[in-house]
């Protein structure tokens, strides 16, 4: 599975460095809806400010879970190893020149229980 570390892109600065949303982007964002309207994709994708809290290793990517009951998301960095087999579904991208790499991916529940049955085997295999 490729991730964003491995493209060539500059990474996202950090949420206290990054630009906010200003009038100067309103341009942007028109042209932005009218490539989405013309693709008939308004309702299936959307825009999303770069951004990172902290680092995260080569061999990670950032999985998105959902806690529907409590009504909760987190993102977290995950091993990319992890996810090798399993359903997933890339929720967002970041574009570079000629170059489109998934930033974050979600899984179902099923999926969910088995990547902590693994994770804790490795920890358990680890601390042998």
């Not at 042209?31 to 994708?45: D, G, I, P, Q, S």
């Not at 899984?107 to 229980?113: D, E, N, S």
Request: hydrophobic letters at 35%; charged letters at 30%.
């Amino acid at each position: 599975m490729k991730t964003i570390l491995e493209s060539t892109l500059t990474p996202p600065k950090h949420i206290t460095e990054v630009e906010k949303r200003s009038e100067k982007d309103d341009a942007l964002f028109v042209e932005l809806t009218a490539v989405l309207k013309k693709y008939n994709a308004l309702n299936r994708f959307g825009i999303t400010l770069l951004h990172r809290h902290f680092d995260i290793s080569q061999d990670e990517c950032l999985l998105e879970e959902t806690d529907v009951e409590n009504r909760k998301q987190n993102i977290q960095p995950i091993s990319a190893n992890l996810l090798r087999d399993e359903k997933i579904t890339e929720t967002s991208w970041r574009l570079g020149d000629g170059f489109v790499a998934p930033a974050t991916f979600c899984v179902g529940r099923t999926t969910r229980k088995r990547l902590a049955l693994r994770a804790a085997l490795d920890k358990q295999g680890s601390d042998v």
